[in-house]
Protein backbone atom coordinates (compact mmCIF):
# COMPACT_ATOMS: atom_id res chain seq x y z
CA UNK A 1 0.00 0.00 0.00
CA UNK A 2 1.27 3.49 -0.68
CA UNK A 3 1.98 5.81 1.86
CA UNK A 4 -0.21 8.93 1.73
CA UNK A 5 1.80 12.20 0.19
CA UNK A 6 2.95 14.96 2.08
CA UNK A 7 1.31 18.04 0.64
CA UNK A 8 3.26 21.24 -0.50
CA UNK A 9 3.07 23.38 2.19
CA UNK A 10 1.26 27.00 0.77
CA UNK A 11 1.50 28.79 4.35
CA UNK A 12 4.10 31.22 3.19
CA UNK A 13 1.61 32.54 0.27
CA UNK A 14 -1.69 34.10 1.20
CA UNK A 15 -4.07 35.63 -0.59
CA UNK A 16 -3.41 39.68 -1.37
CA UNK A 17 -6.31 40.93 0.76
CA UNK A 18 -4.99 38.82 3.77
CA UNK A 19 -1.61 39.58 3.30
CA UNK A 20 -2.35 43.28 3.16
CA UNK A 21 -5.82 43.25 5.61
CA UNK A 22 -7.88 44.86 2.86
CA UNK A 23 -11.45 45.39 2.47
CA UNK A 24 -12.06 41.92 0.05
CA UNK A 25 -15.96 43.67 -0.92
CA UNK A 26 -14.01 46.32 -2.84
CA UNK A 27 -13.19 44.89 -6.16
CA UNK A 28 -11.97 48.00 -8.25
CA UNK A 29 -15.77 47.68 -10.47
CA UNK A 30 -16.45 50.33 -12.24
CA UNK A 31 -12.33 51.70 -12.42
CA UNK A 32 -9.71 51.88 -15.14
CA UNK A 33 -6.56 51.25 -14.14
CA UNK A 34 -3.57 51.87 -16.98
CA UNK A 35 -0.31 49.56 -16.37
CA UNK A 36 3.04 50.57 -17.87
CA UNK A 37 5.56 47.78 -17.70
CA UNK A 38 8.07 46.40 -20.07
CA UNK A 39 5.08 43.79 -21.87
CA UNK A 40 2.21 41.73 -21.11
CA UNK A 41 0.32 38.93 -22.23
CA UNK A 42 -3.75 38.01 -21.98
CA UNK A 43 -3.58 36.02 -18.73
CA UNK A 44 -6.46 34.27 -17.90
CA UNK A 45 -6.67 36.39 -14.97
CA UNK A 46 -7.20 38.67 -16.80
CA UNK A 47 -9.53 37.97 -19.47
CA UNK A 48 -12.37 36.86 -16.87
CA UNK A 49 -15.00 38.57 -16.95
CA UNK A 50 -15.02 39.36 -20.56
CA UNK A 51 -14.03 42.41 -21.67
CA UNK A 52 -11.61 43.55 -18.84
CA UNK A 53 -8.72 44.18 -20.90
CA UNK A 54 -10.10 47.69 -22.73
CA UNK A 55 -7.25 48.29 -24.56
CA UNK A 56 -3.43 47.49 -25.48
CA UNK A 57 -0.36 49.40 -26.83
CA UNK A 58 3.21 49.16 -27.31
CA UNK A 59 5.27 51.80 -27.17
CA UNK A 60 7.85 50.33 -29.16
CA UNK A 61 5.62 49.09 -31.54
CA UNK A 62 2.39 50.80 -32.04
CA UNK A 63 1.10 48.27 -34.89
CA UNK A 64 1.27 45.20 -32.41
CA UNK A 65 -2.16 43.55 -30.77
CA UNK A 66 -2.31 41.74 -27.96
CA UNK A 67 -3.66 37.97 -28.76
CA UNK A 68 -5.10 35.93 -26.17
CA UNK A 69 -3.92 32.92 -27.43
CA UNK A 70 -0.50 34.36 -29.33
CA UNK A 71 2.74 32.96 -28.92
CA UNK A 72 4.38 33.71 -25.18
CA UNK A 73 7.53 36.27 -25.17
CA UNK A 74 10.22 36.15 -22.50
CA UNK A 75 10.03 39.77 -22.24
CA UNK A 76 6.18 39.21 -21.37
CA UNK A 77 6.43 37.95 -17.49
CA UNK A 78 6.84 41.32 -15.98
CA UNK A 79 3.76 43.59 -16.86
CA UNK A 80 1.72 40.32 -16.80
CA UNK A 81 3.19 39.62 -12.95
CA UNK A 82 1.91 43.27 -12.13
CA UNK A 83 -1.17 43.30 -13.44
CA UNK A 84 -1.96 40.10 -12.40
CA UNK A 85 -1.01 41.08 -8.59
CA UNK A 86 -2.84 44.24 -8.58
CA UNK A 87 -6.37 42.97 -10.68
CA UNK A 88 -6.02 39.23 -11.58
CA UNK A 89 -9.07 37.60 -10.55
CA UNK A 90 -7.45 34.11 -9.92
CA UNK A 91 -9.10 32.16 -12.51
CA UNK A 92 -6.27 29.86 -12.59
CA UNK A 93 -6.58 29.35 -8.60
CA UNK A 94 -10.20 28.95 -8.58
CA UNK A 95 -10.06 32.96 -7.49
CA UNK A 96 -8.21 32.50 -4.49
CA UNK A 97 -5.12 34.24 -5.46
CA UNK A 98 -7.06 37.54 -7.05
CA UNK A 99 -5.56 40.72 -6.83
CA UNK A 100 -7.45 43.76 -4.81
CA UNK A 101 -8.99 45.12 -8.17
CA UNK A 102 -10.10 41.81 -9.50
CA UNK A 103 -12.82 44.09 -11.20
CA UNK A 104 -11.40 46.39 -12.27
CA UNK A 105 -10.94 47.62 -16.28
CA UNK A 106 -7.65 47.46 -17.26
CA UNK A 107 -5.53 49.25 -20.16
CA UNK A 108 -2.33 47.66 -20.87
CA UNK A 109 0.42 49.87 -21.60
CA UNK A 110 4.32 48.02 -23.03
CA UNK A 111 6.82 50.35 -22.60
CA UNK A 112 10.41 48.66 -23.34
CA UNK A 113 11.76 46.94 -25.83
CA UNK A 114 15.07 44.68 -26.26
CA UNK A 115 15.20 44.46 -22.61
CA UNK A 116 15.58 47.73 -22.06
CA UNK A 117 13.39 51.10 -20.72
CA UNK A 118 13.99 54.49 -22.76
CA UNK A 119 12.65 57.26 -21.69
CA UNK A 120 10.90 58.19 -24.88
CA UNK A 121 8.97 54.98 -25.06
CA UNK A 122 7.84 55.66 -21.07
CA UNK A 123 6.78 59.29 -22.37
CA UNK A 124 5.69 57.83 -25.09
CA UNK A 125 3.18 55.89 -23.50
CA UNK A 126 1.98 58.24 -21.04
CA UNK A 127 1.06 60.33 -24.05
CA UNK A 128 -1.00 57.92 -25.28
CA UNK A 129 -2.72 57.21 -21.88
CA UNK A 130 -3.46 61.11 -21.89
CA UNK A 131 -4.56 60.68 -25.05
CA UNK A 132 -7.00 58.08 -24.40
CA UNK A 133 -7.90 58.68 -20.74
CA UNK A 134 -11.28 59.80 -21.77
CA UNK A 135 -12.43 57.01 -24.31
CA UNK A 136 -10.83 54.20 -22.41
CA UNK A 137 -12.04 56.02 -18.78
CA UNK A 138 -8.81 55.71 -16.81
CA UNK A 139 -8.74 56.85 -13.70
CA UNK A 140 -5.64 55.26 -12.60
CA UNK A 141 -2.08 54.74 -14.00
CA UNK A 142 0.41 52.39 -12.78
CA UNK A 143 4.05 53.16 -13.61
CA UNK A 144 6.63 50.17 -12.82
CA UNK A 145 9.22 50.55 -14.70
CA UNK A 146 12.73 52.33 -14.52
CA UNK A 147 14.13 54.16 -17.90
CA UNK A 148 17.39 56.09 -18.51
CA UNK A 149 17.48 59.51 -17.53
CA UNK A 150 13.72 59.94 -17.12
CA UNK A 151 14.62 61.49 -14.02
CA UNK A 152 16.38 64.50 -15.13
CA UNK A 153 15.34 68.26 -15.39
CA UNK A 154 13.22 68.87 -17.98
CA UNK A 155 12.45 65.30 -19.00
CA UNK A 156 9.27 64.43 -21.07
CA UNK A 157 8.50 61.65 -18.51
CA UNK A 158 8.68 63.77 -15.67
CA UNK A 159 6.20 66.79 -18.08
CA UNK A 160 3.83 63.87 -18.86
CA UNK A 161 3.33 62.60 -15.79
CA UNK A 162 3.07 65.66 -13.92
CA UNK A 163 0.79 66.78 -16.52
CA UNK A 164 -1.57 63.44 -16.04
CA UNK A 165 -2.00 63.94 -12.39
CA UNK A 166 -3.03 67.59 -12.97
CA UNK A 167 -5.70 65.83 -15.49
CA UNK A 168 -7.35 63.86 -13.06
CA UNK A 169 -5.09 60.95 -12.94
CA UNK A 170 -4.15 58.96 -10.15
CA UNK A 171 -0.65 58.39 -11.25
CA UNK A 172 1.34 55.80 -9.01
CA UNK A 173 5.09 55.40 -9.60
CA UNK A 174 7.15 52.97 -8.36
CA UNK A 175 10.08 54.78 -5.84
CA UNK A 176 12.80 56.00 -7.87
CA UNK A 177 16.25 54.13 -7.32
CA UNK A 178 19.54 55.52 -6.05
CA UNK A 179 21.72 57.44 -9.03
CA UNK A 180 24.55 55.09 -8.09
CA UNK A 181 22.04 52.29 -9.94
CA UNK A 182 21.07 54.51 -12.58
CA UNK A 183 18.46 57.26 -13.28
CA UNK A 184 14.78 56.72 -12.14
CA UNK A 185 11.14 57.68 -12.56
CA UNK A 186 10.58 61.35 -12.21
CA UNK A 187 11.20 62.50 -8.34
CA UNK A 188 7.37 64.68 -7.99
CA UNK A 189 8.12 68.29 -7.92
CA UNK A 190 4.50 68.95 -7.38
CA UNK A 191 4.38 66.51 -4.29
CA UNK A 192 0.39 66.27 -4.57
CA UNK A 193 0.51 64.97 -7.90
CA UNK A 194 2.06 61.62 -7.60
CA UNK A 195 2.06 58.71 -5.17
CA UNK A 196 5.36 57.01 -4.83
CA UNK A 197 5.47 53.31 -3.69
CA UNK A 198 8.48 51.30 -2.40
CA UNK A 199 8.81 48.24 -0.29
CA UNK A 200 9.65 46.40 3.13
CA UNK A 201 11.16 43.48 3.52
CA UNK A 202 10.14 40.60 5.75
CA UNK A 203 12.16 42.49 8.68
CA UNK A 204 10.57 45.65 8.17
CA UNK A 205 13.63 47.16 6.76
CA UNK A 206 13.97 49.12 3.51
CA UNK A 207 14.24 46.17 1.11
CA UNK A 208 17.27 45.83 -1.27
CA UNK A 209 15.72 43.50 -3.21
CA UNK A 210 12.69 45.76 -4.24
CA UNK A 211 13.44 46.61 -7.73
CA UNK A 212 12.18 50.12 -6.74
CA UNK A 213 14.32 50.64 -3.94
CA UNK A 214 13.69 53.55 -1.37
CA UNK A 215 15.50 56.26 -2.14
CA UNK A 216 18.17 57.89 -0.41
CA UNK A 217 18.42 61.22 1.88
CA UNK A 218 18.73 63.08 -1.23
CA UNK A 219 16.29 61.51 -2.90
CA UNK A 220 11.88 61.77 -3.14
CA UNK A 221 11.07 59.32 0.02
CA UNK A 222 8.05 57.10 -0.68
CA UNK A 223 4.69 58.12 0.29
CA UNK A 224 3.62 54.44 0.65
CA UNK A 225 5.76 51.39 1.74
CA UNK A 226 4.13 47.93 1.16
CA UNK A 227 5.75 44.87 3.33
CA UNK A 228 6.81 42.16 1.75
CA UNK A 229 6.37 38.94 3.60
CA UNK A 230 5.01 36.17 3.33
CA UNK A 231 4.57 37.03 -0.11
CA UNK A 232 2.07 36.80 -2.92
CA UNK A 233 1.11 34.43 -6.10
CA UNK A 234 2.97 35.65 -9.05
CA UNK A 235 1.60 33.79 -12.14
CA UNK A 236 4.07 32.00 -14.38
CA UNK A 237 3.65 33.55 -18.12
CA UNK A 238 1.74 30.80 -19.44
CA UNK A 239 2.29 28.50 -22.99
CA UNK A 240 6.16 28.59 -21.08
CA UNK A 241 8.09 25.58 -20.76
CA UNK A 242 7.99 26.63 -16.64
CA UNK A 243 4.41 26.75 -16.72
CA UNK A 244 4.19 23.51 -18.28
CA UNK A 245 6.14 22.20 -15.45
CA UNK A 246 4.54 23.76 -12.31
CA UNK A 247 1.31 22.42 -13.57
CA UNK A 248 2.90 18.73 -14.21
CA UNK A 249 4.55 19.17 -10.88
CA UNK A 250 1.36 20.45 -9.46
CA UNK A 251 -0.81 17.39 -10.91
CA UNK A 252 1.82 14.73 -9.95
CA UNK A 253 2.07 15.90 -6.37
CA UNK A 254 -1.90 15.17 -6.32
CA UNK A 255 -2.01 11.78 -8.27
CA UNK A 256 -3.00 8.55 -8.13
CA UNK A 257 -1.30 5.68 -8.55
CA UNK A 258 -1.99 4.59 -11.81
CA UNK A 259 -1.98 8.36 -12.53
CA UNK A 260 1.73 8.96 -12.32
CA UNK A 261 3.28 7.22 -15.54
CA UNK A 262 1.29 8.90 -17.51
CA UNK A 263 2.27 12.33 -16.31
CA UNK A 264 6.08 11.61 -16.07
CA UNK A 265 5.54 10.66 -19.73
CA UNK A 266 4.91 14.45 -20.37
CA UNK A 267 8.18 15.78 -19.61
CA UNK A 268 9.45 13.88 -22.48
CA UNK A 269 6.64 14.49 -25.02
CA UNK A 270 7.34 18.41 -24.52
CA UNK A 271 10.90 17.91 -25.31
CA UNK A 272 12.46 19.35 -22.14
CA UNK A 273 15.43 18.17 -20.22
CA UNK A 274 14.50 15.91 -17.77
CA UNK A 275 14.37 17.03 -14.06
CA UNK A 276 15.00 14.60 -11.44
CA UNK A 277 11.47 15.02 -10.06
CA UNK A 278 10.47 13.70 -13.40
CA UNK A 279 12.00 10.57 -13.56
CA UNK A 280 10.24 7.61 -14.79
CA UNK A 281 12.16 4.52 -12.88
CA UNK A 282 11.04 5.85 -9.36
CA UNK A 283 8.27 4.01 -7.43
CA UNK A 284 4.82 6.07 -6.88
CA UNK A 285 5.64 7.42 -3.56
CA UNK A 286 9.09 8.21 -4.70
CA UNK A 287 7.92 10.35 -7.57
CA UNK A 288 5.23 12.12 -5.57
CA UNK A 289 7.82 13.24 -2.69
CA UNK A 290 9.84 14.30 -5.67
CA UNK A 291 7.68 16.73 -7.11
CA UNK A 292 6.70 18.46 -3.71
CA UNK A 293 10.36 18.50 -3.06
CA UNK A 294 10.06 20.59 -6.79
CA UNK A 295 7.27 22.73 -5.59
CA UNK A 296 8.30 23.93 -2.22
CA UNK A 297 12.10 24.35 -3.83
CA UNK A 298 10.87 26.71 -6.54
CA UNK A 299 7.84 28.24 -4.77
CA UNK A 300 5.28 26.89 -6.97
CA UNK A 301 1.64 27.87 -6.31
CA UNK A 302 -1.47 26.17 -7.03
CA UNK A 303 0.38 24.80 -10.05
CA UNK A 304 0.04 28.43 -12.09
CA UNK A 305 2.06 30.71 -10.04
CA UNK A 306 5.25 31.10 -7.94
CA UNK A 307 5.83 32.82 -4.56
CA UNK A 308 6.94 36.54 -4.91
CA UNK A 309 7.90 39.25 -2.56
CA UNK A 310 4.96 41.34 -2.56
CA UNK A 311 6.90 44.91 -2.17
CA UNK A 312 8.43 43.89 -6.15
CA UNK A 313 5.04 45.12 -6.70
CA UNK A 314 4.37 48.27 -4.72
CA UNK A 315 2.78 50.58 -7.36
CA UNK A 316 0.72 48.09 -8.32
CA UNK A 317 -0.55 46.95 -5.46
CA UNK A 318 -0.70 50.56 -3.86
CA UNK A 319 -2.78 51.38 -7.87
CA UNK A 320 -5.07 48.49 -6.81
CA UNK A 321 -5.67 49.79 -3.67
CA UNK A 322 -6.60 53.17 -5.20
CA UNK A 323 -9.32 51.94 -7.31
CA UNK A 324 -10.85 50.34 -4.29
CA UNK A 325 -11.12 53.42 -3.19
CA UNK A 326 -12.45 55.10 -6.21
CA UNK A 327 -14.96 52.49 -6.63
CA UNK A 328 -16.51 53.22 -3.16
CA UNK A 329 -15.96 57.62 -3.67
CA UNK A 330 -15.82 58.14 -7.23
CA UNK A 331 -15.56 61.32 -6.55
CA UNK A 332 -11.77 61.63 -4.86
CA UNK A 333 -9.55 63.75 -6.66
CA UNK A 334 -5.56 62.52 -6.94
CA UNK A 335 -4.51 64.74 -3.91
CA UNK A 336 -8.02 63.26 -2.27
CA UNK A 337 -6.60 59.99 -2.84
CA UNK A 338 -3.08 60.28 -1.87
CA UNK A 339 -4.00 62.25 1.50
CA UNK A 340 -6.39 59.18 2.50
CA UNK A 341 -3.54 56.93 1.57
CA UNK A 342 -1.07 58.20 4.17
CA UNK A 343 -3.49 59.37 6.54
CA UNK A 344 -4.59 56.06 7.06
CA UNK A 345 -1.25 54.38 6.58
CA UNK A 346 0.84 53.31 9.65
CA UNK A 347 4.11 54.79 10.57
CA UNK A 348 7.54 53.78 9.89
CA UNK A 349 10.97 53.68 11.00
CA UNK A 350 12.14 57.79 10.90
CA UNK A 351 8.85 59.01 9.50
CA UNK A 352 9.47 63.07 8.08
CA UNK A 353 7.04 65.76 8.98
CA UNK A 354 5.09 65.10 5.84
CA UNK A 355 4.26 61.68 7.33
CA UNK A 356 6.28 59.42 4.66
CA UNK A 357 8.16 56.10 5.42
CA UNK A 358 4.57 54.65 5.91
CA UNK A 359 3.13 51.07 5.81
CA UNK A 360 0.59 50.34 3.35
CA UNK A 361 -2.99 50.85 5.30
CA UNK A 362 -5.21 48.88 2.75
CA UNK A 363 -8.39 48.65 4.58
CA UNK A 364 -8.57 51.81 6.26
CA UNK A 365 -7.62 53.65 3.13
CA UNK A 366 -11.03 52.20 1.54
CA UNK A 367 -12.96 52.69 4.84
CA UNK A 368 -11.65 56.37 4.80
CA UNK A 369 -13.15 56.86 1.35
CA UNK A 370 -16.30 55.71 2.27
CA UNK A 371 -16.79 58.35 4.72
CA UNK A 372 -16.05 60.97 2.88
CA UNK A 373 -18.59 59.48 0.52
CA UNK A 374 -21.33 59.52 3.39
CA UNK A 375 -20.21 62.48 4.63
CA UNK A 376 -19.24 64.72 1.90
CA UNK A 377 -16.73 66.30 3.64
CA UNK A 378 -12.58 65.43 4.21
CA UNK A 379 -13.03 65.00 7.50
CA UNK A 380 -12.89 61.15 9.13
CA UNK A 381 -13.97 60.33 13.06
CA UNK A 382 -11.15 62.14 14.45
CA UNK A 383 -8.06 61.54 17.44
CA UNK A 384 -9.60 60.77 20.64
CA UNK A 385 -11.19 64.17 22.33
CA UNK A 386 -11.34 65.14 25.84
CA UNK A 387 -14.33 67.87 26.54
CA UNK A 388 -16.42 67.97 29.58
CA UNK A 389 -14.93 65.07 31.71
CA UNK A 390 -15.33 62.74 29.46
CA UNK A 391 -12.89 60.46 26.62
CA UNK A 392 -14.36 60.04 23.46
CA UNK A 393 -13.18 57.80 21.08
CA UNK A 394 -14.57 57.57 17.35
CA UNK A 395 -13.26 54.66 15.50
CA UNK A 396 -14.34 53.36 11.83
CA UNK A 397 -14.27 49.84 10.90
CA UNK A 398 -17.51 48.11 8.76
CA UNK A 399 -15.90 44.50 8.88
CA UNK A 400 -14.94 44.16 12.49
CA UNK A 401 -16.89 42.26 14.74
CA UNK A 402 -14.99 43.63 18.09
CA UNK A 403 -13.40 46.71 18.81
CA UNK A 404 -11.28 47.60 22.15
CA UNK A 405 -8.71 50.29 23.75
CA UNK A 406 -6.03 49.26 25.43
CA UNK A 407 -3.38 51.48 27.02
CA UNK A 408 -1.86 53.15 30.09
CA UNK A 409 -5.36 54.52 31.51
CA UNK A 410 -7.14 51.08 31.69
CA UNK A 411 -3.94 49.43 33.08
CA UNK A 412 -3.47 47.75 29.47
CA UNK A 413 -6.91 45.84 30.01
CA UNK A 414 -9.11 45.79 27.14
CA UNK A 415 -11.55 44.28 28.94
CA UNK A 416 -12.26 47.71 30.32
CA UNK A 417 -12.04 49.25 26.58
CA UNK A 418 -15.40 48.29 24.57
CA UNK A 419 -16.81 49.95 22.10
CA UNK A 420 -20.20 50.22 20.78
CA UNK A 421 -20.92 49.74 17.00
CA UNK A 422 -23.14 52.33 15.68
CA UNK A 423 -25.34 50.79 12.79
CA UNK A 424 -23.34 52.89 9.89
CA UNK A 425 -20.28 50.67 11.01
CA UNK A 426 -18.93 53.51 13.17
CA UNK A 427 -17.28 51.99 16.75
CA UNK A 428 -18.18 54.93 19.72
CA UNK A 429 -16.34 54.07 23.32
CA UNK A 430 -17.34 57.37 25.68
CA UNK A 431 -16.23 56.82 29.09
CA UNK A 432 -14.68 59.18 31.62
CA UNK A 433 -11.80 61.09 31.22
CA UNK A 434 -8.29 59.84 33.07
CA UNK A 435 -5.91 62.82 35.27
CA UNK A 436 -4.19 64.34 33.25
CA UNK A 437 -1.22 63.16 31.89
CA UNK A 438 0.42 61.27 28.91
CA UNK A 439 -0.97 57.79 27.88
CA UNK A 440 0.29 55.03 25.67
CA UNK A 441 -2.26 53.15 24.19
CA UNK A 442 -3.53 50.67 21.09
CA UNK A 443 -6.83 49.35 20.00
CA UNK A 444 -7.26 45.21 19.33
CA UNK A 445 -9.60 44.23 16.55
CA UNK A 446 -11.53 41.00 16.92
CA UNK A 447 -9.78 39.98 19.99
CA UNK A 448 -6.43 38.88 17.19
CA UNK A 449 -5.09 42.12 16.01
CA UNK A 450 -3.23 44.86 17.45
CA UNK A 451 -2.86 48.15 15.79
CA UNK A 452 -2.08 51.93 16.71
CA UNK A 453 -5.13 54.11 16.23
CA UNK A 454 -5.32 54.94 12.42
CA UNK A 455 -7.43 58.54 13.33
CA UNK A 456 -4.64 59.78 15.93
CA UNK A 457 -1.57 60.96 14.30
CA UNK A 458 0.42 61.10 18.04
CA UNK A 459 2.47 57.68 17.71
CA UNK A 460 5.82 56.93 19.36
CA UNK A 461 7.82 53.04 18.42
CA UNK A 462 6.16 50.76 21.06
CA UNK A 463 8.15 48.37 23.17
CA UNK A 464 6.90 45.01 21.54
CA UNK A 465 7.53 46.38 18.07
CA UNK A 466 4.96 48.43 16.03
CA UNK A 467 3.58 51.95 17.15
CA UNK A 468 2.01 52.94 20.12
CA UNK A 469 -0.67 55.82 19.95
CA UNK A 470 -0.22 58.67 22.33
CA UNK A 471 -3.58 60.57 24.40
CA UNK A 472 -2.52 63.67 25.92
CA UNK A 473 -5.17 64.58 28.53
CA UNK A 474 -4.76 68.79 29.45
CA UNK A 475 -5.29 70.30 33.01
CA UNK A 476 -8.73 71.08 33.64
CA UNK A 477 -8.44 74.61 32.89
CA UNK A 478 -7.62 73.82 29.37
CA UNK A 479 -10.82 71.46 28.45
CA UNK A 480 -13.16 73.27 25.90
CA UNK A 481 -16.86 72.72 26.28
CA UNK A 482 -18.43 69.19 26.43
CA UNK A 483 -19.26 67.38 23.69
CA UNK A 484 -21.69 68.25 20.81
CA UNK A 485 -24.31 66.61 21.15
CA UNK A 486 -25.15 66.58 17.87
CA UNK A 487 -22.00 64.90 16.94
CA UNK A 488 -22.64 61.35 15.39
CA UNK A 489 -21.48 58.82 17.68
CA UNK A 490 -21.82 60.98 21.14
CA UNK A 491 -23.13 58.33 23.86
CA UNK A 492 -24.25 61.13 25.82
CA UNK A 493 -26.88 62.11 22.84
Known sequence: MSTPPRRPSAGR????????????????RGVTIAFLDTGFSAHPDLREPEGRIRAFFDASDPQRRLEPDGPARAEDWR????????????????????????????????????????????ARGLDWVLENRE?????????????????????????????????????????????????????PSAPWAFILAGGLDDRLERGPFDPSRVPTSDEAAPDILVPSSPGVAAPILPGTPEFRRAGRLSRLAAAGDAEIPGILGEAAGDGEDE?????????????????IEAIESEEIVAGAYRRAEASAFAAPIVASVAAQMLEVNPHLSPSDVKRLLVESAEPFGDADSDGRHAILGARAAV???RREARSGVSVAPGPPRVAGGRLLFVYQDETARRVRVSGEFNGWNPTLGQFSREPDGTWVLDLPAPAPGRYRYKLLIDETRWISDPTHDAREPGPFGGFDSVLEVPEPADLGPGPNPDEPGNMNA
Open 13 to 28: VRPTAVHLHADARATG
Open 79 to 122: GTQSSVVAAGDGTLSGGRFRGLASRADLVLVCVGSEGRVREEEV
Open 135 to 187: TQGIRIVSVSVRGEDVSAPGSRVREVAEEAARQGLVVVLAAAPSAEDGAGLPD
Open 275 to 291: HPADAQDVSPDQARARA
Open 367 to 369: QAA
